[in-house]
């Protein structure tokens, strides 16, 4: 589960987006979000599918089930 983690904190970091904006489009506080990619908390099931549509992967990809980042439709 650690991936998880490191993979939506690399995903933004690429995306150039600071957690706030992620936090805000989750409807959060950014330090709620930023305890997802501590790995403080554990990400609800809802928050994970919110990412992966949000930067087009998948929920996979996103728990390092598979490397690769694009989405199957």
Known sequence: MRNVYKRIRDLREDSDLKQTTVAQMLGMSQTGYSKYETGENDI??????????????????????????????
């Open 44 to 73: 609800p099931t809802e928050v994970l599918i919110k990412l992966a549509e949000f930067y087009n992967t998948s929920i996979d990809y996103l728990l390092g089930v598979t490397d690769n980042p694009k989405r199957n439709l």
